[in-house]
T-cell receptor
Framework: NAGVTQTPKFQVLKTGQSMTLQCAQD?????MSWYRQDPGMGLRLIHY???????DQGEVPNGYNVSRSTTEDFPLRLLSAAPSQTSVYFC???????????FGNGTRLTVT | QQQVKQSPQSLIVQKGGISIINCAYE??????FPWYQQFPGKGPALLIA?????SEKKEGRFTISFNKSAKQFSLHIMDSQPGDSATYFC?????????FGEGTQLTVNP
């Protein structure tokens, strides 16, 4: 059972480039989220989804887009990368509001 | 927007000691307060969670204490071990979302 799979593990981008961070889960969870982790700032919610076709913004959505066409996949798109988006990105899924989040192992992104 | 304040930012404890991490939240309309543990290079994983209808929950060496009137909850790690060295996050739900504290980096010296 793979759980939550994130790709790539590492990525270096130049300012202005775009890319998509992939996230897939095989637990049939309705809820999926994207967080970024920065030193001293904890985990901040970027976007989340409560089911296929439904997405909403979190605390820090600017510069990021998401879509949820299937239950399994929840990609995060960086439209025009900026150095401020240098961070570690985590995708998570869970069954419902009060159920545990299952995290992937993260994507470490550096924007130069 | 739910605010969750966690302290301390870092903590160093000797093996066998007690580690205590605190969290304070603002909104009272919650029914689930989890703690997550994160090892380097890995995503966070649920460690223990409590619902506000109880004041304490214990699982092995880990205990959550909940003070509803003070809007605080804390994690106690008894008999701390070097393998407990990790980053710990408290969290509070806000609708369909989960808001995390800033994290506490725990180091347990042998």
């Amino acid at each position: 059972n793979a759980g939550v799979t994130q790709t790539p593990k590492f990525q270096v981008l130049k300012t202005g480039q775009s890319m998509t961070l992939q996230c897939a889960q095989d637990m049939n969870h309705e809820y999926m989220s994207w967080y970024r982790q920065d030193p001293g700032m904890g985990l901040r919610l970027i976007h989340y989804s409560v089911g296929a076709g439904i997405t909403d913004q979190g605390e820090v959505p600017n510069g990021y887009n998401v879509s949820r066409s299937t239950t399994e996949d929840f990609p995060l798109r960086l439209l025009s990368a900026a150095p401020s988006q240098t961070s570690v990105y985590f995708c998570a899924s869970h069954r419902g509001k009060d159920s545990p989040l299952h995290f992937g192992n993260g994507t470490r992104l550096t924007v130069t | 927007q739910q605010q969750v304040k966690q302290s301390p930012q870092s903590l160093i404890v000797q093996k066998g000691g007690i580690s205590i991490i605190n969290c304070a939240y603002e909104n009272t309309a919650f029914d689930y307060f989890p703690w997550y543990q994160q090892f380097p290079g890995k995503g966070p994983a649920l460690l223990i969670a409590i619902r506000p209808d109880v004041s304490e929950k214990k699982e092995g060496r880990f205990t959550i204490s909940f003070n509803k009137s003070a809007k605080q909850f804390s994690l106690h790690i008894m008999d701390s071990q070097p393998g407990d060295s990790a980053t710990y996050f408290c969290a509070a739900p806000s609708g369909s979302r989960l808001t995390f504290g800033e994290g506490t980096q725990l180091t347990v010296n042998p």
